[in-house]
């Protein structure tokens, strides 16, 4: 809301000087006539008050129709976020120069590219690539620390979810209820809240009941798009310090895999790295003394635009993958630790989708499964999406569709990948982006 101010008007007021002349106890002969009165007839003077007060209205409607100020929005005139986050970063960064990431120049042999021409003319075609990562990752820094400071123990994960997705919206200036209007920008897939045992792939569905605890360990992974670029980032949260060693293993971890990752360089050797890094620390919990391992069969993942995970994978414990990184490619480096057996499977409801982008042409024999594939393609396209975001856009009754389409392998279901229970997981995630001349840690904040 904008408060319109109030306009005083200071009209003189007539009346004021024929009541003086009332009240005076001097003589009439001898009373001070101000502006010649005294020479004035009675119909003259009538004449003259009635003039005056009309310039005077008149006068006075002139300076409304100055004063008052326009209504202005708000959004627009913000320097700061606010809590919770609902400022477009547009109206933050009106110039649109949105801050870059973490810039590392290139080691050993391709310690050229940092003063080549060639690269550099390279990098100066990639603004719109550039712009778009880092208005997401800016968008995905602003809402994480608002979360980070407002998550607490007592909370509903779905209350978790929607508060972090109403930001990711509001801070795009995508809410994604018109259609099409998610696919320009807002969310790049859905708020994974996965506790203790679970990793991954975990987001509550409608009339999910969960209420995080204070020895909770919770996974906090979202994506932020703008044109299909995704920012990739995730985060742990504990609220018992007896964590805090699982938790500096898989940040130390993600961190070796950032650092270790560039152009020309090996999977293989980014995953040897980074599982030397995990696996040099123990936690203790409950009194037993615990082992970090690197959740082998989880790997980071290369993003493509629109696709979320690409067609190379960054193993996170040594192998014998030779396939090598490239410039221009964008990786989401992340890391998993586990006080259980480093292994994770299927568990639990699915509540994660995504239409493939090479599924197949067939028939569909299910009207349902028609009309929401219609839907999915024209909202989401191939980004993910959850069973709560096709709640939020009114489809009903629509299990039968979708299982219809995951069971024709034109959508793919992702359910949530758990350790054995009792056991404690944890993650850390950056994008990177490979461009000719740096490593962008594009997602990089003070946090992690």
């Known amino acids: 809301m904008a408060a319109t101010s109030k306009v005083e008007v200071n009209a003189i007021n007539c009346n004021q000087f024929s009541s003086a002349k009332g009240s005076s106890s001097l003589p009439s002969s001898q009373k001070e006539q101000p502006n010649g009165d005294a020479d004035l007839s009675d119909d003259e003077k009538?004449?003259?008050?009635?003039?005056?007060?009309?310039?005077?209205?008149?006068?006075?409607?002139?300076?409304?129709?100055?004063?008052?100020?326009?209504?202005?929005?708000?959004?627009?005139?913000?320097?700061?976020?606010?809590?919770?986050?609902?400022?477009?970063?547009?109206?933050?960064?009106?110039?649109?120069?949105?801050?870059?990431?973490?810039?590392?120049?290139?080691?050993?042999?391709?310690?050229?590219?940092?003063?080549?021409?060639?690269?550099?003319?390279?990098?100066?075609?990639?603004?719109?690539?550039?712009?778009?990562?880092?208005?997401?990752?800016?968008?995905?820094?602003?809402v994480r620390q608002w979360a980070q400071q407002n998550i607490k123990p007592g909370q509903t994960l779905t209350e978790i979810a929607e508060g972090i997705e109403d930001g990711v919206r509001a801070l795009t200036g995508h809410q994604g209820l018109e259609e099409g209007d998610n696919i320009k920008g807002g969310m790049g897939f859905p708020t994974g809240l996965s506790l203790n045992h679970c990793a991954a792939h975990y987001t509550p569905n409608a009339g999910n009941k969960v209420i995080l605890q204070k020895d909770d360990v919770m996974k906090v992974d979202f994506g932020v798009h703008l044109n299909g670029r995704i920012v990739d980032s995730a985060f742990t949260m504990t609220f018992n310090p007896v964590y805090d060693n699982?938790?500096?293993?898989?940040?130390?971890?993600?961190?070796?895999?950032?650092?270790?990752?560039?152009?020309d360089v090996r999977?293989?050797?980014?995953?040897?790295?980074?599982?030397?890094?995990?696996?040099?620390?123990?936690?203790?919990?409950?009194?037993?003394?615990?082992?970090?391992?690197?959740?082998?069969?989880?790997?980071?993942?290369?993003?493509?635009?629109?696709?979320?995970?690409?067609?190379?994978?960054?193993?996170?414990?040594?192998?014998?993958?030779?396939?090598?990184m490239e410039e221009g490619e964008t990786f989401a480096i992340e890391t998993f630790g586990s006080t259980g057996k480093g292994y994770v499977r299927d568990d639990m409801e699915t509540s994660h989708y995504a239409k493939k982008a090479d599924g197949p042409n067939v028939p569909l024999r299910v009207s349902s499964a028609r009309t929401l594939l219609n839907s999915i393609s024209k909202n989401f396209g191939t980004l993910p999406f959850c069973r709560r975001y096709l709640d939020r856009l009114g489809h009903e009754k629509y299990l039968l569709g979708l299982n219809n389409l995951v069971s024709s392998g034109i959508v793919e279901a992702y359910p949530p990948l758990c350790d054995v229970k009792g056991s404690h997981t944890a993650q850390f995630e950056h994008t990177i982006l490979l461009r000719p001349t740096v490593k962008e840690v594009v997602s990089r904040g003070d946090d992690y």
Request: with cysteine.
């Open 267 to 324: 999977m293989s050797d980014i995953g040897a790295a980074i599982q030397e890094a995990m696996e040099s620390y123990e936690v203790e919990i409950g009194g037993q003394s615990l082992p970090v391992k690197c959740i082998r069969n989880l790997n980071g993942h290369d993003i493509i635009q629109y696709s979320i995970h690409g067609r190379k994978s960054v193993p996170i414990v040594k192998g014998g993958d030779q396939t090598r």
């Open 46 to 142: 009538g004449e003259d008050e009635a003039l005056a007060d009309a310039g005077n209205n008149a006068a006075g409607k002139k300076k409304k129709k100055r004063k008052p100020k326009k209504k202005k929005n708000l959004a627009s005139l913000a320097t700061k976020q606010s809590s919770p986050p609902r400022v477009p970063v547009s109206s933050l960064f009106p110039d649109g120069q949105y801050p870059p990431g973490e810039e590392v120049e290139y080691r050993n042999e391709n310690s050229y590219r940092t003063t080549s021409e060639e690269k550099r003319h390279l990098d100066r075609m990639n603004n719109d690539f550039l712009s778009d990562y880092r208005q997401g990752a800016e968008v995905h820094r602003q």
């Open 246 to 263: 699982l938790l500096a293993a898989v940040k130390d971890a993600t961190n070796t895999g950032v650092r270790e990752a560039g152009i």
